[in-house]
Nanobody, 123 residues
């Protein structure tokens, strides 16, 4: 049974930091690209970034570049999202997901999702 479990969310003041963790089980972790997404109330889900097996990172929204860092530990089947200089607009439920590219040159599709962890940034 595949499980992705996020943790580390909470309430933080503007300018503060949080480190989210995502523990994966039931998958061959190194074969998956791990992504982070977020969804704020009333908004569509937003791609934050992803990291492949060799820790090559692609960031999504320009608003997180330079403030958020994604990393992974393949030995522990863990992926992390370090969030610094947090802003009220970072308030959202954050999700991790595990995905694979469908063939050479094919799309990245996410097969598994965690339940999410709430991040609230207060001003």
């Amino acid at each position: 049974q595949v499980q992705l479990v996020e943790s580390g969310g909470g309430l933080v003041q503007v300018g503060g930091s949080l480190r989210l963790s995502c523990a994966a089980s039931g998958v061959t972790f190194i074969t998956y690209t791990m992504g982070w997404f977020r969804q704020a109330p009333g908004k569509e889900r937003e791609f934050v970034g992803r990291i492949n097996w060799s820790s090559r990172i692609t960031y999504g929204a320009d608003s997180v570049k330079g403030r958020f860092t994604i990393s992974r530990d393949n030995a522990k089947s863990m992926v992390y999202l370090q969030m610094n200089s947090l802003k009220p607009e970072d308030t959202a439920v954050y999700y991790c997901a595990a995905g694979r590219f469908r063939g050479v040159g094919g799309p990245l599709e996410y097969d598994y999702w965690g339940q999410g962890t709430q991040v609230t940034v207060s001003s």
